[in-house]
């Protein structure tokens, strides 16, 4: 980027003390949080059938984001690169794949809890396999689908000897009508769509619960997966709707089809901010586990911690007890 686009639009200093700032935020809860839910899913993967894989596959999603952040808070503060533009390519590109899957796992959760509760004589019985197979359709389709972004961005030894990297990647130029082609497939597949089927599975659960002829034991299961794809639905409204309203305004400023100054900056800061709300999403997904699981709530009780605990040291302790031997008589 040149120098007078810097001056132009000033957002380069703010970025990148801002994302240095979230992203130290994000780090440690994130992590704690993913790891923890990973060991939770772990522990009664076998006791229920409801999301559970795609909670894990949701899990490790946020859980890669979150590990490649100490490099970009490291980039930010030092504002240099040491590590090799390869490195600094799959980086840039593993942030959008974690998103994306974030995505494609939080409509798969609501999908899943409302063919559950609407449908549970056809998909009670389903097996795991099917949403294990579901969530490698998932993962390959994220992977390809994200290509565009690394491949749009030139590789930054080409102006920089390497030292520059994520924010400071300049975009290779392509036409408008390629440029736009692209963007809006990207938020159909990549945002309304997705949005729309959370939506329907919040409005078609909800309705259900109007329902005369319903059980008590019923209505309680239909408000346990109402609350749970809401708050999929609240969670992907806060984190991924202000990143999708930037992100076609952004594309346009670093491919300097907006010019005005003063434009070029609101959107530059507003997009900034937004790509740090979208990462907070690795935070927040653990609070969702929480919240509308009950296994999850149970397995990080008290009692059930002792349990597990005790568990462990009677299994390490059979394990273990014929290396001790005792004096023979």
């Known amino acids: 980027m040149a120098t007078n686009d810097v001056d132009c639009n000033g957002e ?15 780090l440690v809860p994130g992590l704690i949080g993913n790891i923890l839910a990973l060991w939770v ?39 240099s690169w040491h590590f090799g533009n390869g490195l600094c390519m799959f980086c840039f590109y593993l942030k959008y794949v974690n998103m994306y899957a974030s995505i494609y796992f939080l409509v798969c959760i609501s ?20 949403d294990v197979y579901v969530s490698i359709a998932g ?3 994220v992977c390809i689908g994200c290509l565009p972004f690394p491949l749009l961005r030139r590789a930054s030894n080409e ?44 409005w078609k659960t909800a309705l259900s619960l109007r329902e005369k002829h319903s059980l008590p034991q019923d209505l309680g299961e ?25 992100f076609p305004l952004d594309f346009f400023v670093k491919a300097k089809t907006i010019r005005d100054c003063h434009a070029r900056k609101v959107i530059l800061i507003f997009h900034t901010i937004a790509l740090c709300i ?15 699981t009950d296994e999850f709530r149970r397995r990080l009780s008290r009692q059930d911690l002792q349990d597990s605990i005790q568990l462990h040291n009677t299994f390490y302790g059979k394990t273990n007890g014929p290396t001790q031997c005792s004096d023979p008589a």
């Open 159 to 202: 102006t920089h000897n390497g030292s520059k990297c994520f924010v400071d990647l300049p975009v290779n130029a392509i036409s408008g009508t390629v440029s736009i082609t692209m963007m809006t497939a990207g938020e159909l597949v990549g945002f309304v769509t997705p949005l729309l089927i959370i939506l329907y599975c919040t």
């Open 111 to 130: 999908v899943r809890r409302f063919l559950f509760i609407m449908y549970p004589l056809k998909f009670s019985n389903c097996e795991r396999i099917y």
């Open 139 to 141: 993962w390959i389709v």
């Open 278 to 292: 979208a990462s907070l999403n690795s935070c927040l997904d653990p609070v969702i586990y929480y919240f509308t």
């Open 41 to 79: 899913f772990y522990g009664y993967m076998k006791e229920t059938k409801r999301a559970v894989i795609f909670m894990i596959n949701l899990a490790v999603a946020d859980l890669a984001q979150v590990l490649s952040l100490p490099l970009r808070i490291f980039y930010y503060l030092s504002e």
């Open 222 to 246: 239909k408000k346990k997966a109402l609350k749970m794809i809401l708050t999929c639905a609240l969670v992907f409204l806060i984190c991924f709707a202000p990143y999708h309203i930037s």
């Open 12 to 26: 380069n200093d703010f970025s990148k003390r801002f994302y240095a700032i979230m992203y130290t935020i994000i």
